[in-house]
């Protein structure tokens, strides 16, 4: 049965430790192809909250549904098939970059990966690499610019043409330039996939269809990004510094 994209959080209390909650009761329902963002502190929860998506992490109290299924009874391997984590630590290896795309996909052929790679805005320097996708990354892919990697890791992603998105924005900057392919990319890829963006670009934010603000791991406000800003609360702070 193709999975569609309904990610449903009931009552959802985690921690890491006995007795520190991390998520206090966190409630949240996203449709397929909707974008909902995290925003908050260090510290807050949001990639908690993509380690639980993820069963990285099991839950013992409230409910987590994938398509209205418990995601504890779905196989760990065929929940993750489902989904791409981008951008932050996109572990890169020892091998073509053709190989390091195709890690999203193993059975994808060339013509699918210069696609993904299209899509993801990674073409464009790849093919002026001396030899183009056949070049060989070093471990960690650390021949290559940070930007680079990212685009690596949206074009990975795209070949897997994953149900879930999970966007988790690197802090560190990049030039202005691969800062506009990566948002273009990335806004491609996105299309008509559930994302969870944990973002620092308000950019990226700003027009997701909910933005949840998580503090101390509860969501103290959520909305639109123009609801929020009427409610001048935290959201508001944030935006306005
Ligand atoms: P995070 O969920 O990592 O917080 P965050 O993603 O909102 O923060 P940042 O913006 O800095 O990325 O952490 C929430 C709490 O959980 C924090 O006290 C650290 C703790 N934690 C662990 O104990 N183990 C883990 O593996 C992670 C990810 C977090
Ligand atoms: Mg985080």
Same mark, same amino acid.
């Given at each position: 049965i193709p999975l569609r994209g309904y990610i449903t959080f009931k009552d959802v209390n985690f921690g890491y430790d006995e007795g520190k909650r991390v998520l206090k009761n966190i409630n949240l329902y996203a449709k397929p192809g909707q974008k909902i963002?995290?925003?908050?502190s260090t510290g807050a929860g949001k990639t +908690?909250? =993509? @380690? /639980?998506? @993820?069963?990285f992490y099991e839950i013992n109290d409230g409910t987590i549904l994938f398509d209205g299924i418990d995601i504890r009874r779905i196989n760990k391997h065929d929940l993750r098939s489902t989904m791409s984590i981008v951008l932050q630590d996109v572990h890169l290896f020892e091998g073509t970059i053709k190989d390091n795309i195709r890690y999203g996909r193993l059975d994808a052929t060339d013509e699918e990966i210069i696609e993904a790679a299209k899509l993801a805005n990674a073409h464009y320097f790849i093919k002026n690499l001396p030899n183009g996708y056949d070049t060989m990354l070093t471990a960690d892919g650390m021949n290559l610019s940070q930007g680079e990697r990212q685009l690596l890791s949206i074009a990975r992603a795209a070949v897997a043409d994953p149900t879930i998105l999970i966007l988790d924005e690197a802090t560190s900057s990049v030039d202005t330039r691969t800062e506009k392919l990566i948002v &273009?990319?990335?806004?491609? *890829?996105? &299309?008509? $996939? =559930? +994302?969870? !963006? %944990?973002?620092? $670009? *308000?950019?990226? !934010? $700003?027009?997701?269809?909910?933005?949840?603000? /998580? &503090?101390?791991? &509860? %969501?103290?406000e959520r909305g639109d990004h123009e609801e929020l800003m009427n409610l001048k609360g935290r959201y508001y702070e944030l935006n306005t510094g």
């Open positions: 963002a995290f925003v908050g +908690t909250v =993509t @380690n /639980l998506i @993820n069963r &273009e990319g990335m806004d491609k *890829l996105m &299309e008509g $996939r =559930t +994302t969870f !963006v %944990i973002a620092h $670009r *308000l950019s990226t !934010v $700003r027009d997701s269809d909910a933005i949840m603000v /998580l &503090e101390h791991g &509860e %969501i103290i």
